[in-house]
Nanobody, 122 residues
């Protein structure tokens, strides 16, 4: 019904930059909050950043000042600009959409993408 597809991951050296994109498709009327989460090997999934439909953002302390989340409501797409990357940023990054109002007036919670690998070499 609703799908999220991430792109933009890859391998980068420490200090470099990457830009992730997440496109939501399907029977979408609106999306309340979108976000990025990550899961490193052997660790639990953790919040990276979220953004509301109005553009209010929230960041994990570990990425503040280095990562920037943004979204295009008309395209149901969100982005994560990652600068000054560190080896500890290495993880699978997942796109999330919460409170997705569908065109059938249903509500979906916690829709996830398949993830994209980000690897930062030292």
């Amino acid at each position: 019904q609703v799908q999220l597809v991430e792109s933009g991951g890859g391998l980068v050296q420490a200090g470099g930059s990457l830009r992730l994109s997440c496109a939501a498709s399907g029977s979408i009327y609106s999306i309340s909050t979108m976000g990025w989460y990550r899961q490193a090997a052997g660790k639990q999934r953790e919040l990276v950043a979220t953004i509301t439909r109005a553009g209010i953002t929230n960041y994990a302390d570990s990425v503040k000042g280095r990562f920037t989340i943004s979204r295009d409501n008309a395209k149901n797409t969100e982005y994560l600009q990652m600068d000054s990357l560190k080896p500890e940023d290495t993880a699978i990054y997942y796109c999330n959409a919460n409170q997705v109002l569908t065109t059938q007036r249903g509500m979906l919670y916690a829709v996830w993408g398949q993830g994209t690998q980000v690897t930062v070499s030292s």
